[in-house]
């Protein structure tokens, strides 16, 4: 993961942290993500290795379809 694509990288870091520290399976996608990595991601985690998938909104606006997903939680990031 690099830079703030989004406002919500602060947040995605510490989730990824929060997950690695607790041995959770996960992939992390951003727009920044080249489009080899990306399709790496994305594979990936429709062949379910992985419990959970960051993505921003960057990354998902460029037509993401995850028919392997049983639940989507978005972080706004936006806090007052």
């Keep these: 993961m690099s830079g703030s694509d989004d406002g919500t990288s602060s947040e995605r870091k510490l989730i990824e942290e929060y997950q690695a520290g607790a041995g959770i399976a996960f992939q992390s996608l951003e727009g920044s993500t080249p489009g080899k990595a ?43």
């Design 38 to 80: 990306r399709a790496e991601c994305i594979a990936a985690i429709q062949a379910e290795q992985g419990d959970v998938f960051l993505i921003s909104l960057k990354a998902g606006g460029v037509g993401l379809n995850l028919t392997a997903a049983d639940y989507v939680i978005h972080p706004n990031g936006a806090h007052s």
